[in-house]
């Protein structure tokens, strides 16, 4: 299932929804000044608005939806955006289609599940590491831009440092023992 939304500038519409991307192509195909181009291998639509009448109809399996040029800035060009939605009235026995915010990363929802747990086991294991150390390790920066990170101070000291961000590249990490070792080397 997808949503058509029309964006412009500071202006988003979600205005309807398909089953499936050829349908909503069909629809908007049908206002006037429509154009699907392709720029550096991405297909763009839009429209622009000084093309619409005053008022018109488009009628789409029997439903109107109404569109006017006075809905739009008419010197700025009507961006098409579809957005896919899972229809969760249709029985399926997987993962929904799409992605997932976890924290600041986006990541594929088939991939979700699995990239949390090894986020989370790689935490572990560096505060772990850390803490037989001598040092104190803390969570930071949840909802920053580049998301969270691990900050440690050795015990009984002011200053904190910052180790690394919680990111797809701290998942990856195999050896995280030898990495934090290796961080840790140039504060010492």
Not at 11 to 28: H, I
Not at 119 to 128: G, H, L, M
């Amino acid at each position: 299932m997808v949503i058509l939304e029309l964006y412009q500038g500071e202006y988003q519409k979600d205005l309807v929804a398909f089953d499936s991307l050829e349908e909503g192509r069909a629809f908007v195909a049908q206002i006037p000044g429509y154009t699907l181009e392709n720029e550096d291998g991405f297909e763009v639509e839009s429209f622009n608005p000084v093309d619409l009448p005053d008022y018109i109809e488009i009628v789409y399996n029997g439903n109107i939806v109404p569109l006017s040029k006075w809905m739009f800035d008419p010197a700025e060009i009507v961006v098409i955006v579809w957005k896919e939605i899972s229809n969760l009235s249709v029985k399926n026995d997987k993962v929904i289609e799409g992605a997932t915010k976890v924290d600041a990363y986006v990541v594929n929802n088939d991939e979700v599940k699995s990239y949390v747990e090894a986020r989370e086991a790689n935490f572990c294991k560096a505060k772990a590491f850390l803490e037989s150390k001598g040092y104190e390790v803390d969570r930071s920066f949840f909802g920053s831009e580049d998301g969270e990170a691990i900050l440690f101070r050795r015990r009984g000291t002011e200053d904190w440092h910052f180790l690394c961000h919680l990111d797809p590249l701290f998942v990856e990490i195999e050896d995280v023992e030898g990495y934090v070792k290796e961080e840790i080397q140039s504060y010492s």
